[in-house]
């Protein structure tokens, strides 16, 4: 059709103009879900389903090649696709197939795909990327006397490789390390097939996990290690990871793994993983982790620091406490920090009072004494003040151990021994391989205790100051110490 009327004729090409301007997409920006303690910190759009993290090491100064696919599902109209991601370079990437661009924003990794992704579309990514383990500071990989090791919490796994990095987002995993002769590398969840002989004798080792993790539980070590294994309870798998040259030095502590399976049964339920471990690495980190199935232990605890044997028994039965509260059941935000670290610390302390070392009255009252101070300086249980800028494990103060320890102590002098023993064994079996958060736990105790807790328990979780202990009138306020 051939146009006659000039004025029609500019009026149809301004309106292609404004077209062609709508599709020009904004400049990319970091994106998160609105976490209240990481608010750019995991991304919306899409439900990360599967990663499969192919690793090739040299030596722990330098960077891995790296391989992350990721298989998702897409939950609304996707021009573009925000991943967390620093630390490393980006060489390509693909979605569904097909090259798209991308470039760094922040923290974000910013794919833009050559046809947007349609919601319930498959979203298939893969990245090809170095990991980078020099010059971390405060989280992701930990150089180790011999080779590597990860420590992801909070918000560090986006250091190792590109991921939605944030608990709410629990996804399956396959690693695939490929490390010279001479070294081991271990990972979650079981073992594939024998490792891969390749060209120039190096090995590649293939892992998977058989539950959904959060990203800041992935765990790789590679190094001079040995595999010890056993057997716990009804025939768990035990698989323990050390220094080879400290094997037999070690060997009487991994030993008492099984007991402490067998402990954490008693009062919980049947532990919820494909198998356990302790991995300990020659490694300075200030802290242990409850890295899924394979919990990571500074050596220098077992021998060597002076720490009497009571105290490490009970931090190995806190870490293992955790693959429950933290690990099965994950806290849906940050904020719900408390719940994995006060059942942890709950767990030590009440392992450590039936060893007769440290009674749990005696650990529960001083941390009543010194409730407030904590609640001053980091914010109640359920609501933790912000980490410090550049100190992201500065989110992980005293109030989130003893003093969310001390709330469950309180309810439990509230509801009774019975009903509370009851309430733990039900929040492990309702929420296995899930998400929950604070409002579920209150929730889930009103209904153990057939009546409405919130009244009770809102003080105890976001009070500024600590409620009189039920039981102990003999105790009084809290006084700082």
């Not at 020659?282 to 919990?295: D, H, N, P, V, W």
Request: aromatic share 10%.
């Amino acid at each position: 059709m051939q146009l006659s009327s000039p004025r029609l004729r500019a009026a149809l090409l301004a309106a292609a103009s404004l077209t062609l301007v709508a599709a020009v997409l904004p400049p990319p920006k970091p994106l998160g879900i609105g976490d209240p303690l990481f608010p750019q910190l995991g991304n919306p759009g899409y439900d990360v389903l599967s990663y499969d993290l192919s690793l090739t090491y040299k030596d722990n100064l330098s960077p891995l090649e790296a391989i992350t696919v990721i298989d998702a599902r897409a939950l609304e109209p996707l021009e573009r696709i925000n991943l967390d991601f620093t630390h490393g370079t980006v060489a390509s990437a693909e979605v569904n197939g097909v090259p798209a661009t991308f470039e760094t924003v922040g923290e974000d990794l910013v794919l833009t795909p050559a046809t947007p992704v349609v919601p319930s579309g498959p979203l298939h990514v893969t990245i090809r990327h170095t990991s980078d383990p020099r010059g971390i500071a405060d989280g992701g990989w930990v150089p180790t006397d011999d080779g590597l090791a990860m420590a992801n919490q909070a918000d560090a796994a986006h250091r190792v490789f590109p991921c939605n990095d944030h608990p709410a987002d629990k996804a399956y995993f396959t690693f695939r390390i490929t490390a010279p002769a001479g070294t081991t590398a271990v990972a979650n969840g079981v073992a594939g097939a024998l490792p891969l002989r390749r060209a120039g004798a190096a090995t590649t080792w293939t892992y998977r996990t058989l539950h959904p993790m959060a990203t800041e539980l992935a765990q790789v070590s590679i190094g001079d290690s040995a595999v010890v294994g056993g057997t716990g309870p009804h025939g768990l798998p035990l698989r323990h990871v050390v220094p080879a040259a400290d094997r037999a030095r070690l060997e009487p502590w991994l030993k008492k793994t099984a007991g402490h399976v067998e402990w954490m049964e008693q009062r919980v339920g049947r532990y919820p993983f494909e198998n356990y471990g302790v991995l300990i690495a020659k490694a300075k980190t200030g802290f242990e982790l409850e890295t899924q199935t394979l919990s990571l232990f500074e050596s220098g605890l077992f021998g060597g620091d002076g720490y009497p044997e009571w105290y490490v028994d009970a931090v190995m039965v806190h870490e293992l406490a955790h693959q429950w509260f933290g690990d099965s059941v994950t806290p849906r935000t940050w904020s719900d920090l408390w719940l994995n670290e006060g059942h942890a610390t709950w767990y030590e302390a009440l392992y450590a009072d039936g060893l007769g070392k440290y009674s749990l009255e005696r650990r529960m009252r001083e941390a009543y004494q010194r409730s407030d101070q904590w609640r001053a300086a980091g914010g109640p249980p359920a609501a933790p003040k912000p980490a410090a800028p550049g100190e992201k494990i500065g989110l992980f103060r005293p109030v989130v151990y003893d003093g969310a320890a001390l709330v469950l102590y309180a309810l439990r002098q509230e509801i009774g021994a019975p009903a509370f023993d009851r309430l733990e064994r039900r929040w492990v079996a309702e929420y296995k391989d899930g998400t929950a958060g604070t409002e579920d736990f209150v929730r889930l105790a009103s209904a153990e205790a057939g009546r409405d807790l919130g009244p009770f328990l809102k003080p105890w979780l976001y009070g500024k100051t600590t409620p009189a202990m039920p039981g102990h009138p003999e105790w009084g306020g809290p006084k700082s110490m």
